[in-house]
């Protein structure tokens, strides 16, 4: 197989899929602060949901896991430019950065709330944890890299029966590790574990495998062949298996009335945790989108591409625009502007605007728009000093 090198400091492509992972995470949560239904009932409640309202919720599942996936492989990039062993303390380091970021800022931008009495594991710190055990990942070969991350994808969902106790320690660790779960703590405070980490662990570790094609990259042509096929194989499997009901997610699809229902019920994959179909489904997708983008010009697409470019630097900046402008709303329309402040989940909202505050579908697409184009000048910015400033140990973690 023909190889050819390259400066893997910035691959164009998967900056531009994680740019364009990130403006759409942006639409998911616009919907979350400003969109009527959501305050009601689930976009995937099958028995309440409108075709439109699906379609924006199945569109916004691709990011989470393209954005670990990509996480892993940016972690590869990283230990080709640095030795093994500070290649494991900064993933150690990061990581742990990370966690206490979502921990504080990250928290507080979701509630606005002072005194925390709602905190989740999040994308953010579920990216940190994982990146702290690649910290130790990264010392085996290269094919034991790849097969942990495999097998744990593959096999994680024959673990769905386990359970423990309510409440007891094992309970607890469970939940962090492959369960969702909700913890009150008693004087209005409470925990959710909502993203577990043993599956997302398994993306990270193919992420960063999935890194070596930019390595010792192939020839535009064999690479984009190599991507389509992967992309390809991982949707085959989806729906081999989720045509089988047999195994892959814990919820199996069902004929409804309407047939496109069907199709709805038949796309009604399990999130928390990624069941398998879900990251066959979704990683499918983004390798597909890869492999088209694979040896094109995207400077006509620098906008999307600088998104990905500061990714961690967009999603808190982003989180704090939303719910501020949310806050704003609400009291120009009359509501207490502390309607806003959440002391549970933000999709848990103050009786007086349940059923009263939000907006149509088409608002939020408008809102959403309005914010990512608000938002582009400050990462442009950011970028900037990025660049004026690499040599600052600090700027890599941000």
């Given at each position: 197989m023909k190889t050819a090198s390259i400066n893997i400091d910035r691959v164009q492509s998967v900056d531009f899929l994680r740019g364009l992972v990130m403006i759409i995470m942006a639409l998911d949560h616009v919907r979350a602060y400003f969109h009527f239904d959501?305050?009601?009932f689930s976009p995937t409640d099958l028995e309440r949901t409108?075709?439109?309202?699906?379609?924006?919720?199945l569109i916004t599942h691709l990011c989470a896991p393209t954005f670990i996936f990509l996480a892993g492989t940016s972690a590869y990039f990283i230990a080709q430019r640095k030795t093994l062993k500070d290649t494991s303390i900064f993933l150690l380091t990061r990581g742990l950065w990370l966690v206490i970021l979502q921990v504080t800022i990250i928290q507080f931008a979701w509630n606005f709330d002072p005194g925390f009495h709602f905190l989740s594991s999040n994308i953010i710190s579920t990216i940190g944890?994982?990146?702290i055990l690649l910290s130790f990942l990264i010392h085996l070969p290269f094919n034991g890299i790849l097969i942990t991350g495999i097998v744990v994808i593959a096999l994680h969902n024959t673990l769905d029966n386990i359970s423990f106790e309510r409440g007891s320690i094992n309970d607890v660790i469970w939940s962090f590790l492959h369960q969702r779960n909700l913890y009150d703590l008693g004087n209005n405070y409470s925990f959710r574990f909502l993203y577990p980490i043993i599956p997302w662990f398994g993306v990270m570790a193919l992420g960063f495998c999935f890194g070596r094609l930019f390595d010792k990259r192939y020839f535009p042509e064999e690479k984009k062949k190599l991507l389509l096929q992967l992309g390809s194989l991982s949707l085959i499997v989806f729906f081999a298996l989720r045509m089988s009901n047999s195994y892959g997610d814990p919820t199996p699809w069902t004929y409804q009335q309407q047939a496109g229902f069907?199709?709805?019920?038949?796309?009604?994959?399990?999130?928390?945790p990624p069941s398998l179909l879900f990251l066959c489904f979704t990683l499918g997708i983004s390798l597909v989108i890869l492999g088209i983008l694979e040896g094109r010009n995207l400077e006509r697409w620098r906008p999307v591409t600088l998104f990905g470019k500061v990714a961690l630097f967009y999603y808190v900046l982003h989180?704090?625009?939303i719910h501020f402008l949310a806050l704003v709303t609400v009291w120009v329309m009359g509501y207490p502007?502390?309607?806003?402040i959440f002391l549970r989940a933000h999709s848990q909202p103050h009786p007086l605007i349940k059923g009263n505050f939000g907006f149509s579908l088409g608002v939020?697409?408008?809102?959403?728009i309005a914010v990512v184009c608000a938002l582009y000048p400050l990462c442009v910015y950011w970028n900037s000093f990025k660049i004026r400033n690499k040599s600052k140990w600090w700027v890599s973690y941000v």
């Open positions: 959501t305050f009601l409108t075709g439109a309202m699906f379609a924006t919720r944890f994982c990146m069907t199709v709805l019920s038949f796309l009604n994959l399990e999130k928390y989180v704090y625009v502007w502390q309607t806003m939020i697409y408008f809102i959403w």
